[in-house]
């Protein structure tokens, strides 16, 4: 089983960045869809980006145009810029492979204080 290790969350002001990072260890990831997911408590977890092997970005209506996810294959690693970070942004982060859905990592939380 692939290992994923997400980094990069953090408290910001309303309207501020972060990038998220998820390592991937046990696979490289080149043929690979990858998605960066979302989970509040007592929600489900939402797939919020994905990108496949092609470079083809998809994105939930409530962070496009602000959230961008990118990939080195390289390095195993996908990314998550986000930018304008609102209030309801806030959650814990979590990245996969949707199509193989491995073991979850631990996430990393994001805090957006208004």
């Known amino acids: 089983q692939p290992h994923l290790v997400e980094s990069g969350g953090g408290v910001v002001q309303s309207g501020g960045s972060l990038r998220l990072s998820c390592r991937v260890s046990g696979t490289w990831i080149t043929i690979y869809t990858m998605a960066w997911y979302r989970q509040t408590p007592g929600q489900l977890r939402k797939l919020i980006a994905s990108i496949d092997v092609d470079g083809k970005r998809n994105y939930t209506d409530s962070v496009k145009g602000r959230f961008t996810i990118s990939r080195d294959n390289d390095k195993r690693t996908v990314y998550l810029q986000m930018n304008d970070l609102r209030p309801d942004d806030m959650a814990t982060y979590f990245c996969?492979?949707?199509?193989?859905?491995?073991?979850w990592g631990r996430g990393t939380q994001v805090t957006v204080s208004p």
């Open positions: 996969n492979a949707p199509h193989e859905r491995w073991t």
